[in-house]
């Protein structure tokens, strides 16, 4: 075992974070470039020949994944006689983090984040063969899929030896025969588990635990995840991609239904603020009806609950500052400052003008939202972007919002006209204008 302050090379040992099987983790200080990172050392006894050569077969093939969701391996060799795998460190798990209750939009973010990291590799077919929630890691609330190759080797190595549980692992990969369906089962104990609180055990038989519970949040939903968790292989979608396509076509309605139960809720509770529930709900739902494509997907404000969108930085409706962005992004990353959705290949950030954050890929990716060029370097520029995310550039454009004439008094960007309060962009109070007006 490694002590704290023990020197590896240029890794210092903080403490020790996990033991397993197969390895212990520590958390450690990177002195040459200043960041923290975890070491994964392998039991010695675990470490043989054969061991080493899967290892350098698997890191090969695991390199070429390239995904914000991805964790991935920083290093991998003998420091100072120890086989150490070097990797970026989370802010925790998410077994950790279940260990609280979570909301459910965050629940149906990581559920989707998880999809979209094993989809990605299952399209460039690879089985990650060990998705649990201690192979998922935070950071800074974007759930990221760690240990790819490692949990083979281990699995391998460990059930040579005798050892190792069943736990997240799909019956026909217990018997030595995993598939891309074994990770789809995998991934769909972990969604069930973020949305039920609850854990179905083999043998899996129906009703599984926590299916009420699922039906009632939306029985499509419980359909989908108990035919992913199906005993037959063959009754599961093919891979992780069919899956997540599913799981986006439901999201809406499973976050739909779960705002109109609370609309009910507020009714019976009380007749005069049921009725303005009702009201704001039948507002809010005219609006995305007007301008869902123009500016969708939308999150809720965090204040008043009204529907937002990523670009905003200010809710129209409440006027509450959104320097910060909470909830889902339509980009498969995020910028680290303002947490908005950027692409891989920019170099900076679209909305926030925060440092530098790219690009996190060498390739160049097209995109049907691009709808416009940067006056300076004729980057391509997406609709309500304040900075062009190639030359860092203040965008002089100003937005229009399809499907309303109506423009921001100050920033003559477009607003929508008799929904907004507040002009969506600088803040603006628009209905103290109209107040003056009359």
């Known amino acids: 075992m490694l002590k704290a302050r023990q020197r590896l090379d240029k890794y210092r040992v903080v403490r020790r974070l996990a033991k397993g099987g197969f390895a212990e983790v520590y958390e450690a200080q990177d002195t040459v470039e200043g960041i923290r990172v975890a070491l994964k050392v392998p039991h010695r006894h675990l470490v043989t020949k054969a061991t080493l050569e899967d290892f350098r077969r698997e890191v090969r093939l695991t ?248 670009a905003m930085t200010t809710c129209p409706w409440c006027g509450n500052d959104r320097k910060r962005h909470r909830g889902a992004v339509d980009c498969p990353a995020q910028c680290p400052r303002c947490r908005r959705g950027v692409k891989l290949d920019w170099p900076s950030c679209a909305w926030c003008h925060g440092a530098a954050i790219g690009p996190l890929s060498t390739r160049s990716f097209t995109d049907r939202r691009y709808t416009g060029h940067c006056a300076h370097c004729r980057g391509d520029l997406m609709p309500f972007s304040r900075y062009c995310p190639w030359c860092r550039r203040k965008v002089q454009r100003r937005w229009l919002l399809t499907g309303s004439k109506a423009k921001c008094p100050r920033c003559s960007w477009g607003v929508a006209g008799g929904f907004w309060a507040h002009c969506a962009w600088c803040g603006r109070d628009l209905e103290a204008r109209r107040t003056r007006g009359r």
């Open 63 to 310: 390199a070429r994944l390239d995904h914000p969701g991805i964790v991935p391996v920083k290093t991998a060799g003998f420091i100072d006689g120890h086989f150490v795998i070097v990797q970026p460190l989370g802010d925790r798990t998410l077994a950790e983090r279940m260990e609280r209750a979570v909301a459910l939009r965050t629940a149906l973010d990581w559920s989707q984040q998880l999809l979209e990291a094993l989809s990605y590799a299952h399209q460039e077919r690879v089985i990650h063969c060990d998705v649990k929630p201690d192979n998922l890691l935070l950071f800074n609330d974007r759930l990221r899929l760690t240990d790819f190759g490692i949990s083979k080797v281990a699995q391998r190595t460990l059930a040579a030896g005798g050892t190792g549980t069943v736990g997240y692992i799909a019956p026909e990969q217990a018997m030595g025969k995993p598939s891309l369906r074994s990770d789809v089962f995998s991934a769909g104990l972990v969604i069930w588990r973020l949305l039920t609180r609850r854990l179905p055990e083999w043998p899996y038989r129906a009703p599984l635990p926590g299916a009420d519970r699922l039906r009632r949040l939306h029985p499509e939903l419980a359909a989908l995840l108990e035919r992913t968790l199906s005993v037959n292989e063959r009754q599961r979608p093919r891979d992780a991609t069919a899956l997540l396509m599913a799981f986006r076509k439901l999201r809406p309605r499973i976050l739909g239904d779960d705002s109109r139960r609370k609309t009910l809720r507020q009714r019976n509770g009380s007749q005069a603020p049921g009725k303005r529930a009702d009201w704001k709900a039948i507002r809010h739902t005219q609006f995305r009806r007007d301008f869902g494509k123009t500016l969708g997907p939308f999150g809720e404000c965090g204040r008043c609950h009204g529907p937002v969108s990523e």
